[in-house]
């Protein structure tokens, strides 16, 4: 299994909702990523987590909330956004955490 | 903030060979060149990574400068699904240092 799978591929929510997008990949990376993508612009990243623990946060504001239940499994919890945070939400995975990276499709979110 | 330059677009004749460069006179010794691409909507996609010597698989070819500052990634016979952002990221191999980011990146257009 090589792939990085994303769910939900689209999420529609209100400022009030709160809802988790989901990550999963079963080839033994040491590392996942959440990076944030509007349109036109280049992947932004948010969150790494290394061996299931947080390691870096960019800053992050928290209406944004990972979390790292296992090895294979990486969630994003969201609450109270705002339409700002509309994007396209990517996941990936590393190896060794460094350049080489595999992403996933991506969660497409849309925030009224 | 990233440490590599790239052209904001580029054409190119279907079947005739794209040329992408590369600005990353920053890097250090312990960092590799990496590509990647993104079809509309579609998470990156690994392309190449390289050091100091040229690359080549089956999708691309890797040129790197002996001095290591640009390189140009090099679709050989490009055809209309190479249309894409295409990224140029400088990260180490081997140290996991976790930060991936990614610059503005080139627009291919590849014309019939």
């Known amino acids: 299994d090589t792939e990085v799978t994303q769910t939900p591929k689209h999420l529609v929510m209100g400022m009030t909702n709160k809802k988790s997008l989901k990550c999963e990949q079963h080839m033994g990376h040491r590392a996942m990523y959440w990076y944030k993508q509007k349109a036109k612009k280049p992947p932004e990243l948010m969150f790494v987590y290394s061996y299931e623990k947080l390691s870096i946060n960019e800053s992050v504001p928290s209406r944004f909330s990972p979390e790292c239940p296992n090895s294979s499994l990486l969630n994003l919890h969201l609450h109270a956004l705002q339409p700002e945070d509309s994007a396209l939400y990517l996941c990936?995975?590393?190896?060794?955490?460094?350049?080489?990276?595999?992403f996933g499709e991506g969660s497409r979110l849309t925030v009224l | 903030d990233a440490k590599t330059t790239q052209p904001p677009s580029m054409d190119c004749a279907e079947g005739r060979a794209a040329n992408l460069p590369c600005n990353h006179s920053?890097?250090?010794?312990?960092?590799?060149v990496y590509w990647y691409r993104q079809i509309h909507s579609q998470g990156p996609q690994y392309i190449i990574h390289g050091l100091k010597n040229n690359e080549t698989n089956e999708m691309a070819s890797l040129i790197i400068t002996e001095d290591r500052k640009s390189s140009t990634l090099i679709l050989p016979h490009a055809t209309l699904r190479d249309t894409a952002v295409y990224y140029c990221i400088v990260s180490p191999l081997n140290t996991g240092g976790f930060k991936t980011i990614f610059g503005a990146g080139t627009r291919l257009f590849v014309k019939a």
């Open positions: 920053t890097i250090s010794g312990n960092e590799y």
């Open positions: 990936a995975s590393s190896p060794r955490g460094n350049g080489e990276l595999f």
